[in-house]
């Protein structure tokens, strides 16, 4: 490695970045933080005048409501996509077909979310595909109520972030080496035990990062809910729009933004910290 | 050796996990053909190819709008990132830790809050919402993709050849253009391919930011799906499934290293 230069050309390169990212992002950011400890304006906007009362709103039981059940509602759909993506991951890492699988794996993920989205629609509408197979098979005389529920937001959430899930744990399982666990085996370790006291440790720090990759998006979840959710469906996400879009209520808008991006923030960092512990540990190891 | 076989569980898993991922995507694409409105089929036919090819106006202004977007934006976000990378790789100045963070948390803050702090940004300094502000806040979530992959290009660049274009006679300049551009260009193209695609398909955060006349084809699909959805969206899906399709076929070599880059 070499030694970084200390010259002004390198600031000179990263300036129009820099600039960039701190007019359009940091600038905005700060003024969501800001306007969060400031007073609703009467028709919109802000009123210059420090109150902690959007955080007093979030506290109201309406939105404790909404933000357990988005809390449950993530929790739910993370751990089904992991329990999917693992053994899926596993499948795909030990295959000889790894490319075609990953290709199959990344399709939908590039696929349009909107487009994905409408074809569960079409699949769980009362008028929907699932409901007309079932109506002409005979097992059901009246159309089920698929959609426009927790079920429909639960179920096409984890359609969704699967590939989130998949990627990261696919990657883990490709580096480890595979060998240990037969090595394991010939010394009289039975076939789970070796798969979780060999490889389950190697791969962790994958698990975290499939977890926290899932759950980040899930949990600030938009379109989901808003297309195949109902009433009793809506999650924070919702809520931030709503009040910018409808309520017009600024500060309770960014205080709900706070809260989301801090939540975002403290997964990212457990998963970087377990990276770094990680990295640690196989220094020590060679 | 002995051969390895992966065991019967995981397969099983596998195979389901694909059926589930492709099951919604095979059914839409299969309805468009389908010569009937509903979910209920009546017989083969292509007029939705031909309605979407001929008489959907605003949905092909949509479609420019997105390309136009997509264009700019990325191309921006390949300049600037690019750049970015050089200098943050092999110089050390104070504000390099802020900028890396500032670049890469839009990757990973839930798009609501991009789209919904830009919205109030945009709304407090009076900036009519159009497509300018899509530009800005398409470059602006493109910057992560395009910084990162000449970043880790950068990686695997051998110092020694700039010293070696140096005795050679180039000046810096010169060792910057002819030897650092052309070894970091892979970066630099799939870097710009990869912002093409995340802005032709962006959704929530082009929701907050456009404004009368500005739609995307997202918001195009998204307003058909509330307000009433005519087959013809059948059509456009199975085409950009094939885009999609298309773009991980040219990606194919790279799969395994966007795996570990997600």
């Known amino acids: 490695m070499r030694k970084p230069r200390k010259d002004k050309a390198g600031i000179m390169l990263a300036a129009p970045m820099g600039l960039w990212v701190t007019l359009f992002f940091a600038v905005p950011l700060l003024i969501i933080v800001t306007y969060s400890f400031l007073k609703k304006g009467l028709y919109g906007g802000v009123e210059w005048e420090p109150s902690f009362d959007a955080y007093r709103q979030v506290l109201d039981p309406d939105f404790i409501a909404v933000t357990l059940r988005t ?9 089904t996509c992991l329990a999917l993506a693992l053994p899926t991951a596993y499948a795909i890492a030990r295959s000889r077909h790894q490319t075609l699988f990953l290709f199959l794996t990344i399709i939908p993920f590039w696929t349009s979310s909107l487009i994905r989205i ?50 990261p744990l696919f990657t883990a399982f490709d580096r480890f080496d595979f060998t240990l666990v037969d090595a394991a085996r010939d010394l009289g370790s039975s076939k789970l035990g070796a798969l979780v006291r060999i490889m389950l440790p190697s791969v962790r720090s994958g698990i975290t990062t499939a977890l926290v990759f899932t759950a980040i998006p899930v949990f600030g979840a938009y379109t989901v809910p808003l297309l195949v959710g109902g009433m009793g469906s ?13 309520t017009r209520n600024w500060p309770l808008a960014s205080a709900f933004s706070v809260i989301l991006t801090l939540v975002s923030l403290i997964g990212v960092l457990t998963v970087l910290r377990g990276g770094r512990k990680d990295k640690k540990s196989k220094e020590v190891r060679t | 050796m002995r051969k390895v076989h992966a065991p019967r569980f995981s397969q099983l898993c596998l195979f389901f996990v694909m059926l589930f991922l492709f099951m919604p995507l095979i059914v839409v694409a299969a309805y468009s053909f389908n010569s009937g409105h509903g979910m209920t089929w009546q017989g083969f036919s292509l007029q939705w190819y031909e309605e979407l090819f001929t008489s959907s106006h605003d949905l092909w202004r949509a479609f420019w709008n997105s390309i136009i977007i997509a264009l700019t934006s990325s191309l921006t976000a ?16 104070k504000l390099s830790g802020y900028i890396k963070v500032a670049t890469y948390l839009p990757m990973i803050l839930p798009d609501v809050i991009i789209g919904i702090s830009m919205l ?16 800005a806040a398409h470059t602006t ?19 020694s050849t700039i010293e070696a274009a140096r005795d050679l006679g180039e000046d810096r300049k010169g060792a910057m253009l002819r030897v650092v551009v052309p070894s970091i260009m892979p970066g630099v193209l799939s870097g710009f391919l990869m912002a093409i695609t995340m802005s032709i398909e962006d959704f929530v955060i082009t929701f907050f930011v456009s404004g009368p006349g500005s739609a995307t084809l997202p918001l195009y699909v998204y307003s058909s799906i509330r307000y009433g959805v005519s087959p013809v969206i059948n059509a456009l899906s199975l085409i950009l499934i094939l885009a999609s399709m298309a773009l991980a076929f040219i990606f194919r ?7 570990a880059s997600a």
Not at chain 1, 234 to 246: C, E, L, P, S
Not at chain 2, 78 to 93: D, N, Y
């Open chain 2, 253 to 259: 070599r790279f799969l395994k290293s966007f795996a």
């Open chain 1, 118 to 167: 409408y074809a569960w629609i079409n699949l769980l509408s009362t008028e929907g595909l699932v409901n007309n197979i079932l109506l002409a098979l005979g097992i059901i005389k009246e159309p089920l109520h698929l959609i426009y529920n927790l079920f429909a937001v639960i179920l096409v959430l984890v359609y969704m972030y699967l590939p989130f899930a998949i990627l």
């Open chain 2, 120 to 135: 109030i940004f945009f709304s407090s300094i009076n900036l009519p919402l159009g497509m300018f502000t899509i530009y």
């Open chain 1, 234 to 246: 809506t999650m924070v996400g919702n809520i931030i729009v709503d009040q910018v879009q409808k």
């Open chain 2, 78 to 93: 390949t300049v600037i990132g690019s750049a970015a990378a050089i200098g943050l790789k092999w110089w050390s100045f």
């Open chain 1, 71 to 79: 809390l449950w509602t993530s929790i739910l759909a993370t751990l």
């Open chain 2, 141 to 159: 979530f493109n910057l992560p993709f395009t910084y990162l992959l000449v970043d880790s290009r950068l990686d695997e660049f051998d110092f």
